[in-house]
């Protein structure tokens, strides 16, 4: 089973400040890599998938780069609506496989 | 409008089976791979497993594998999880999930269903 890393746990970030997540694989997954946001209370949301696409609606401040083992996220310019928890998933190999997630927190 | 619509909130004794069912709509229900994804309090993300409802062939995590029976009525386009032998530790929210193939890989999720939390209570 492939182990999914997410750094750091949690992260507190002014309004209009950047956000880089990171996500770690154990074993190379390719670009097979999505990130989903969960608000409390709600279902994930996917935000980016194959490491670098945004899903349909998805707001151009949201970025995902990365292949292999290394994989970002990138917030630009926070918005209040975008404090939420993160997590990456790898779709390369089965069992399918989510980090622990990263709570970004307003600062 | 892609949508998953849960069955509700259920409480189960140790011991117990659940069944937690899945309406889709505005797509083609036949089309696409159907994953359930549970959630214990205050934790991540666990996949269970993925059902084709063309063909009703199915693929279950291995710690679920004896306990977990998915299946669906493509009917009234809907999927069903089945659990049995419930433990305390199953209490979770439990979320189908609309599967998209990778360019390279197997599946991402785009569109969920709001959950249906379970309770394992004695």
């Known amino acids: 089973e492939i182990l999914m890393t997410q750094s750091p746990a949690t992260l507190s970030v002014s309004l209009g400040e950047s956000a880089t997540l990171s996500c770690r694989a154990s074993l190379s997954v390719s670009t097979s890599l999505a990130w989903y946001q969960q608000k409390p209370g709600q279902a994930p949301r996917l935000l980016i998938f194959d490491a670098s696409t945004r899903a349909t609606g998805v707001a151009a401040r949201f970025s995902g780069s990365g292949s292999g083992t290394e994989f970002t996220l990138t917030i630009r310019s926070l918005q209040s609506e975008d404090f939420a928890v993160y997590y990456c998933q790898q779709y390369h190999y089965w069992p399918l496989t989510f980090g622990g997630g990263t709570k970004v927190g307003i600062k | 409008q892609v949508h998953l619509e849960q069955s509700g909130a259920e409480v189960k004794k140790p011991g117990a089976s659940v069944k937690v069912s899945c309406k889709a709509v505005g797509y083609t229900f036949n089309d696409y791979y159907l994953q359930w994804v549970r959630q214990a309090p205050g934790q991540g993300l666990e996949w269970m497993g993925w059902?084709?409802?063309?063909?009703?062939?199915?693929n279950y995590a291995q710690r679920f594998q004896g306990r977990v029976s998915m299946t669906t009525d493509t009917s009234i386009t809907t999927a069903y999880m089945e659990l049995s032998r419930m433990t305390h530790d199953d209490t979770a929210m439990y979320f189908c999930?609309?599967?998209?193939?990778?360019?390279?890989?197997?599946?991402?999720?785009?569109?969920w269903g709001q959950g249906t939390l379970v309770t394992v209570s004695s």
């Open positions: 059902i084709n409802p063309n063909t009703g062939s199915t």
């Open positions: 999930a609309r599967g998209l193939l990778g360019s390279n890989g197997w599946y991402y999720f785009d569109f």
